[in-house]
């Protein structure tokens, strides 16, 4: 039996992860983190969702505590996320909530609280090898959340436990309602958390200067003019907004001289993706990792070399400021930022 | 060895200043009227008239704690209201008469019911001068007089700050603004001075006093606003006439019973209770500072109420101390919470100068009529041990 506290978003999975763990048996505290104190009328922090969490906890019977996190969030999360938007990348504000937040500050208060781990409702799985704990790819592949918790290796796993990703989501929305839990049937939440109105593009053009510039071909040629960078992402292909024939894709986002490059989709196509942050959980990586770019994604085959990624097979870029990460089968051997 | 659910055994409530436990008698006054004594006070009947006997008598005994007379008692839902009434009432009503008085002057660490009203009023083109405070908790008399003068509408200074007990200059600031400003409305917000001070005197140099029964040992959603003959104010509501005018629906005669209850019991008891609870707080402070290396207290000792104590344990963040002493069964608070129940950084502590992280290191304790000395033994027994192990945990 351990003491563990089950960060509950006032969602349907954070939920059957304090239930489940109560019913192994564990010592189980409820925490809601208060990350955002913007204007949110429907984000992660709402006041609802907290109700819904306390409500939860009372039907659990279990303790539950509001922690404010909202100038670590902003520090850690929101206004890197604007910074890197306003420089051409394309971060990815989960990830790196995950890190600094869940799994960092909530790991740390928990910690000095005497709590033994931290629970969470994310749809992945702690695998303990003869190497340590691992995170795996959830047993809901529709719903694997792996990806952005790929910087949890065993030097903090042992203090984490994801008791929902040994479920599919209709399980845990069957066991929600088995014990009558309010959230049984709570729409997902989709999208940024603390970008509850207007969209990413005015959310990053209040915080951030949006500088106009050209858009070239990538032989240079202007083709057109943009507002800002900060609307753009390295492959996207949509609302570039210039009248050309054949599909035009974003190759290339450059901050210092506000200039999109658009191409083809074979302008796109890298053989290999340089890694930032990299971490790996494991002494032994194999030769051959399947890499995963994209939060639902299918995996490729590559291999690291050094701080590099070496597709099998030529690639379209993965945009500056995305996660890569490592796996080998549905283990997470490791990880990094896209350069 | 954290979180065990607190119900599993006896709490110790250090929490006073948020709320109170209901006073046996007020909650026994209260009863009739939550049954059988069920008339609207406003009606012409047998019924109606029950209620607003009782209603009348509740108000005498109100007016009398406050050194007031009845009809200058207007009962409300409690201190936000009132305190909402008081600036924004006055405010509309000075300016109504004259459209260049359009300042209000407020303490920098005012309660939110006083600050937000002041944010509206500032929307609704007022300009707002905050008094700035001292390092001691009390306001700096010379920022506020400098802000005065004759443009000025309301000036609103609470009798006592709610989360570090200091009790506030009131009949210096009332001199200087009958000196400075002599047609403006002097409030003050006197809820947390009610349970410990004598309220008629302390608030006596001032127009408008706000007051609330839960910190006393009335029920929740009950308070009063001491309007004096000749102030005027603005309903902010309308309907039909109750309160002469000013705070109009069906008056909640249970509530002010219990409000006029509560407020006697106090004032019977404030003396010897003050004594009291100030012996249980001062031996709970000098128990944490000896315990708790480093630790230290928020707010001027020498000009603080009976029942607080806000303290401060070095490198400790109050939301993991909050924590772990709600699993060890003590209840404090730290800052103020929000409407999802988060504790949000002390404004107070701020204003006083608390370096951001000094004022995340701060609790506040606070203890009220129903303390014991075992409350203080358990507290001793239990805070310092829980700073102690965030302490020592931290920097592993």
Known sequence: MSTVLVAMSGGVDSSVAAALLLERGHEVVGMTLKLWGGPSDSGCCSVSDVEDARRVAAQLRIPHYVLNLTDEFDRDVVSPY???YAAGRTPNPCVECNRHVKFGLLLDRAHDMGFDAVATGHHARVVHTVRGPHIARGIDRAKDQSYVLYMLGPGVLGRVMLPVGELDKTAVRDHARRLGLRTADKAESMDVCFITRGGREQFIGERAPMVPGTIRDVSGRVVGTHAGIGRFTVGQRRRVGVATGDRRYVVDLDAPTATVTIGSRDDLLRPHVGLEGLVVHDARVPDVVDVQVRAHGAPVPGRLDGTTVRFANAQPRVAPGQVV???DGDVVVGGGIAR | MPPSPSRTRAVVYLDHAA???????????????LTRVYGNPSGAHGV??????????AREQIAEALGARPDEVVLTSGGTEADGLALKGAAHAVRAADPARDRVVVGAFEHKAVLSSAQRLEREGFEVTRAAVDARGVVEVDALAEALDDRVAVVSLMAVNN???????????????RERAPSAVLHTDAVQATPWLDVAALTAPADVVTISAHKLGGPKGSGALVVRRGTRLVPQADGGGQERGLRPGTVDVASAVGLAAALNETTVTREVEAARVSTLRDRLARGLLEACPGAWCNGDGATKVAGNLNVGFPGV?????????DSLGVCASAGSSCSSGAI?????????????????ASIRLTLGWSSTDVDVDTALEVIPRAVQRITSRSRV
Not at chain 2, 344 to 360: F, K, N, W, Y
């Open chain 1, 82 to 84: 604007v910074d890197d």
């Open chain 1, 325 to 327: 990460a490592l796996y």
């Open chain 2, 19 to 33: 709320t109170t436990l209901p006073r046996p008698a007020a909650v026994e006054a209260m009863l009739p009227f």
């Open chain 2, 48 to 57: 109606a008239r029950a209620a607003k006997t009782a209603l009348e008598e």
């Open chain 2, 163 to 177: 989360e570090v007990g200091t009790v506030q200059p009131l009949s210096r600031v009332a001199d200087l603004v």
């Open chain 2, 317 to 325: 963040d109050a939301q993991t101390l909050l924590v772990v002493l």
């Open chain 2, 344 to 360: 949000e950084p002390s404004h107070v502590l701020l204003a006083m100068g608390l370096g951001p992280d000094d004022a995340r």
